[in-house]
Protein backbone atom coordinates (compact mmCIF):
# COMPACT_ATOMS: atom_id res chain seq x y z
CA UNK A 1 0.00 0.00 0.00
CA UNK A 2 1.34 3.48 -0.93
CA UNK A 3 0.50 6.80 1.00
CA UNK A 4 0.17 10.22 -0.49
CA UNK A 5 0.36 13.31 1.13
CA UNK A 6 -0.37 16.69 -0.31
CA UNK A 7 -0.08 20.05 1.04
CA UNK A 8 0.59 23.30 -0.41
CA UNK A 9 -3.07 24.29 -1.22
CA UNK A 10 -4.45 27.82 -0.31
CA UNK A 11 -6.39 30.36 -1.68
CA UNK A 12 -4.79 33.17 -3.61
CA UNK A 13 -5.40 36.08 -6.10
CA UNK A 14 -5.64 35.88 -9.02
CA UNK A 15 -2.13 35.78 -11.10
CA UNK A 16 -0.48 34.58 -7.83
CA UNK A 17 1.60 31.64 -7.67
CA UNK A 18 0.81 28.16 -5.24
CA UNK A 19 3.42 25.41 -5.32
CA UNK A 20 1.77 21.63 -4.64
CA UNK A 21 3.16 18.71 -3.17
CA UNK A 22 2.66 15.38 -2.79
CA UNK A 23 4.95 12.95 -0.49
CA UNK A 24 4.89 9.39 -1.02
CA UNK A 25 5.29 7.06 1.67
CA UNK A 26 8.04 5.12 -0.35
CA UNK A 27 10.34 5.50 -3.31
CA UNK A 28 8.56 6.94 -6.58
CA UNK A 29 10.65 4.96 -8.90
CA UNK A 30 8.43 2.50 -9.04
CA UNK A 31 5.63 4.18 -10.63
CA UNK A 32 4.82 3.71 -13.96
CA UNK A 33 3.53 7.16 -13.75
CA UNK A 34 2.63 9.80 -11.67
CA UNK A 35 1.18 13.18 -11.42
CA UNK A 36 -1.71 15.64 -10.63
CA UNK A 37 -5.69 15.75 -11.74
CA UNK A 38 -8.20 18.24 -10.61
CA UNK A 39 -12.01 17.93 -9.65
CA UNK A 40 -14.13 21.25 -9.70
CA UNK A 41 -17.54 21.51 -8.47
CA UNK A 42 -19.67 20.20 -11.52
CA UNK A 43 -17.02 18.98 -13.74
CA UNK A 44 -15.11 15.84 -14.42
CA UNK A 45 -12.09 15.14 -13.03
CA UNK A 46 -9.09 16.67 -15.75
CA UNK A 47 -5.37 15.43 -15.95
CA UNK A 48 -3.47 18.39 -15.11
CA UNK A 49 0.07 16.96 -15.73
CA UNK A 50 1.95 13.94 -15.30
CA UNK A 51 5.27 12.37 -15.23
CA UNK A 52 5.73 9.03 -17.32
CA UNK A 53 8.33 6.22 -16.11
CA UNK A 54 10.39 7.51 -19.42
CA UNK A 55 10.80 11.16 -18.52
CA UNK A 56 7.67 12.36 -20.54
CA UNK A 57 5.71 14.95 -19.04
CA UNK A 58 1.97 15.70 -19.87
CA UNK A 59 0.14 18.60 -19.37
CA UNK A 60 -3.71 19.82 -19.68
CA UNK A 61 -3.86 22.66 -22.60
CA UNK A 62 -5.34 24.84 -19.98
CA UNK A 63 -2.59 24.78 -17.83
CA UNK A 64 0.53 24.93 -20.34
CA UNK A 65 3.01 27.51 -19.96
CA UNK A 66 1.82 28.07 -16.11
CA UNK A 67 1.96 24.93 -14.44
CA UNK A 68 5.36 22.95 -13.84
CA UNK A 69 5.65 19.73 -12.68
CA UNK A 70 8.59 18.22 -10.72
CA UNK A 71 10.16 15.65 -8.60
CA UNK A 72 12.62 14.91 -6.12
CA UNK A 73 13.44 11.39 -5.93
CA UNK A 74 15.75 11.47 -2.71
CA UNK A 75 12.11 13.21 -0.98
CA UNK A 76 9.82 10.87 -2.51
CA UNK A 77 7.78 14.16 -3.31
CA UNK A 78 5.87 15.29 -6.35
CA UNK A 79 5.77 18.74 -7.20
CA UNK A 80 3.53 21.31 -9.25
CA UNK A 81 4.57 24.66 -9.68
CA UNK A 82 1.19 27.05 -10.20
CA UNK A 83 2.08 30.45 -11.42
CA UNK A 84 -0.42 33.00 -13.31
CA UNK A 85 -3.29 31.48 -11.60
CA UNK A 86 -6.85 32.20 -13.01
CA UNK A 87 -10.00 31.37 -11.47
CA UNK A 88 -10.65 29.02 -13.61
CA UNK A 89 -8.12 27.20 -11.96
CA UNK A 90 -10.35 27.00 -8.79
CA UNK A 91 -10.42 22.75 -7.47
CA UNK A 92 -9.67 19.92 -5.74
CA UNK A 93 -6.16 19.16 -6.57
CA UNK A 94 -5.41 15.22 -6.65
CA UNK A 95 -1.74 13.80 -6.60
CA UNK A 96 -1.52 10.00 -7.99
CA UNK A 97 0.30 7.61 -8.95
CA UNK A 98 -0.53 4.55 -11.05
CA UNK A 99 1.98 1.18 -10.57
CA UNK A 100 2.33 -1.77 -13.21
CA UNK A 101 0.52 -1.21 -16.63
CA UNK A 102 -2.31 -2.53 -18.32
CA UNK A 103 -5.27 -4.45 -16.87
CA UNK A 104 -3.15 -5.10 -13.47
CA UNK A 105 -2.35 -1.47 -13.06
CA UNK A 106 -2.24 -0.04 -9.50
CA UNK A 107 -4.00 3.66 -8.57
CA UNK A 108 -2.96 5.18 -5.50
CA UNK A 109 -4.62 8.56 -4.79
CA UNK A 110 -3.65 11.60 -2.23
CA UNK A 111 -6.76 12.90 0.04
CA UNK A 112 -6.20 16.05 -2.10
CA UNK A 113 -5.83 20.00 -1.24
CA UNK A 114 -7.85 22.91 -2.45
CA UNK A 115 -7.15 25.55 -4.57
CA UNK A 116 -9.14 28.59 -4.39
CA UNK A 117 -8.51 31.30 -6.98
CA UNK A 118 -10.08 34.73 -6.17
CA UNK A 119 -10.91 37.31 -9.09
Known amino acids: QVQLVESGGGLVQAGGSLRLSCAAS????????MGWYRQAPGKQRELVAR???????NYADSVKGRFAISRDNAKNTLYLQMNSLKPEDTAVYLCYAEEGSGWSAKYYWGQGTQVTVSS
Open 51 to 57: FTSDGTT
Open 26 to 33: RSIFSFNA
